[in-house]
């Protein structure tokens, strides 16, 4: 087997990455082949991009099949709780295939452990349940959307700028029993309407007119290759659902609907399933 060396550039680190080209007969020397070129930040609730080889046919990350763009790039993303190692597997014709493994870093994140056991919830009532359903149908529906944005490519924006009042993955655990993550950021500018930007293109997939439950005003943006921004307790919107939209476009207001104890912005983003930390996106806020 021929094993190669690649240098990744990951959170600030260089990680190795081990490539190897195996046909059915023996393994080929990869040369002159290009490598996958991962860039981006390699950690939990991080993301990359890349380009697979010259020639390949299908590209799988960790099992599951990536679109490509017509110049070979793709984008892959590490859920807040994903595992230690990530795998990409570039398919040729003839049965060939390069395969490589790299390291994902593990996170810190903020654990508040309480000495008490989580409180009981009181049983939803009918009229409340039938309406969650519904959100969750139009959340569902605006997250399968796929359009062909080029938004994943961008270096993101602040959406605005304001105090970090709620970091990504922070978590409760109640007496041994962990409550659910923070599954964003949030951005808290002191008042109610102030405006905010798209933080790269893409279309919007769902400007909720009327408040829901617990996300308020919500605003969901495909930026392309399954990779979306949400943002919760809007006050208005600046944009309807199908827009295409620009990054640094004007698209909103901050507010306090929904379940807020006060005017923020909620910022989420997904790739696929995988909750991911915008910081990671953006770096830290620029001074001034």
């Given at each position: 087997?021929?094993?190669?060396?690649?240098?990744?550039?990951g959170?600030?680190?260089?990680?190795?990455?081990?490539?190897?080209?195996?046909?059915?007969?023996?393994a080929?020397?990869?040369?002159?082949?290009?490598?996958?070129?991962?860039?981006?930040?390699?950690?939990?609730?991080?993301?990359?991009?890349?380009?697979?080889?010259?020639?390949?046919?299908?590209?799988l990350?960790?099992?599951?099949?990536?679109?490509?763009?017509?110049?070979?790039?793709?984008?892959?993303?590490?859920?807040?709780?994903?595992?230690?190692?990530?795998?990409?597997?570039?398919?040729?014709?003839?049965?060939?295939?390069?395969?490589?493994?790299?390291?994902?870093?593990?996170?810190?994140?903020?654990?508040?452990?309480?000495?008490?056991?989580?409180?009981?919830?009181?049983k939803?009532?009918?009229?409340?349940?039938?309406?969650?359903?519904?959100?969750?149908?139009?959340i569902?529906?605006?997250?399968?959307?796929?359009?062909?944005?080029?938004?994943w490519?961008?270096?993101?924006?602040?959406?605005?700028?304001?105090?970090?009042?709620?970091?990504?993955?922070?978590?409760?655990?109640?007496?041994?029993?962990?409550?659910?993550?923070?599954?964003?950021?949030?951005?808290?500018?002191?008042?109610?309407?102030?405006?905010?930007?798209?933080?790269?293109?893409?279309?919007?997939?769902?400007?909720?007119?009327?408040?829901?439950?617990?996300?308020?005003?919500?605003?969901?943006i495909?930026?392309?290759?399954?990779?979306?921004?949400?943002?919760?307790?809007?006050?208005?919107?600046?944009?309807?659902?199908?827009?295409?939209?620009?990054?640094?476009?004007?698209?909103?207001?901050?507010?306090?609907?929904?379940?807020?104890?006060?005017?923020?912005?909620?910022?989420?983003?997904?790739?696929?399933?995988?909750?991911?930390?915008p910081?990671?996106?953006v770096?830290?806020?620029?001074?001034?």
């Amino acid at each position: 087997m021929i094993d190669r060396r690649l240098l990744l550039a990951g959170g600030g680190a260089a990680l190795g990455l081990g490539l190897w080209r195996a046909s059915s007969n023996a393994a080929e020397r990869l040369d002159p082949l290009a490598d996958f070129a991962l860039t981006g930040r390699l950690s939990q609730g991080g993301w990359a991009r890349g380009r697979a080889p010259f020639g390949t046919r299908t590209l799988l990350f960790n099992r599951r099949v990536l679109p490509l763009a017509p110049d070979r790039s793709f984008f892959i993303a590490f859920d807040r709780d994903s595992g230690p190692l990530g795998e990409l597997v570039a398919d040729f014709s003839g049965g060939e295939a390069s395969k490589g493994q790299f390291a994902i870093a593990p996170r810190a994140w903020q654990i508040e452990r309480i000495p008490l056991g989580p409180k009981p919830g009181a049983k939803p009532n009918p009229d409340y349940v039938r309406r969650r359903e519904a959100e969750l149908a139009r959340i569902k529906a605006a997250r399968s959307i796929d359009h062909a944005s080029d938004g994943w490519r961008q270096k993101f924006l602040w959406p605005v700028n304001g105090r970090v009042s709620g970091r990504f993955g922070a978590q409760r655990i109640y007496n041994g029993v962990p409550g659910s993550y923070h599954s964003g950021m949030d951005i808290a500018t002191g008042t109610s309407g102030t405006p905010f930007v798209a933080p790269a293109a893409g279309v919007v997939t769902l400007a909720a007119e009327s408040s829901f439950s617990l996300e308020g005003r919500l605003l969901m943006i495909d930026h392309g290759m399954g990779l979306g921004s949400a943002f919760l307790h809007c006050s208005a919107h600046a944009v309807k659902t199908g827009d295409l939209v620009r990054q640094g476009q004007y698209i909103g207001k901050i507010g306090a609907t929904g379940r807020a104890t006060g005017p923020h912005l909620h910022w989420s983003i997904k790739w696929r399933e995988a909750r991911l930390d915008p910081l990671l996106f953006v770096g830290a806020l620029p001074a001034g």
